[in-house]
């Protein structure tokens, strides 16, 4: 089992930056798959971003694609998400997940361990 703790949101004017943290404590952290979700009020939660294991490969929504970065330093046991040219739309609580098997990247469903989340708010 794996816990996972988020860190680093907070408020930012339209066209910034900030750069999400994911702790996992238990398990060393290279042998599970880790994601980045969201929830904005009213919405569904909703992909942004996933690292594989190694940290070799990435996948992003397309509403993300060319301003965010997923990455993972294994070593640290860290996986981090790197936003920019941030906008309003992107305002929601940001949410860490990890699962040593999943069956697909993108599904909320096919991660077992998630963070508390923390807020990111985008003023225009």
């Known amino acids: 089992q794996v816990h996972v703790v988020e860190s680093g949101g907070g408020l930012v004017q339209a066209g910034g930056s900030l750069r999400l943290s994911c702790a996992a404590s238990g398990r060393t952290s290279n042998t599970y798959d880790m994601g980045w979700f969201r929830q904005a009020p009213g919405k569904e939660r909703e992909f942004v971003a996933a690292?594989?294991?190694?940290?070799?490969?990435?996948y992003y929504a397309d509403s993300v694609k060319g301003r965010f970065t997923i990455s993972r330093d294994n070593a640290k046991n860290t996986v981090y998400l790197q936003m920019n040219i941030l906008k309003p739309e992107d305002t929601a609580i940001y949410y860490c997940?990890?699962?040593?098997?999943?069956?697909?990247?993108?599904?909320?469903?096919?991660?077992?361990?998630w963070g508390q989340g923390t807020q990111v708010t985008v003023s225009s």
């Open positions: 997940a990890a699962d040593p098997r999943i069956y697909s990247r993108t599904a909320v469903s096919s991660y077992r361990y």
């Open positions: 690292i594989s294991k190694s940290g070799g490969t990435t």
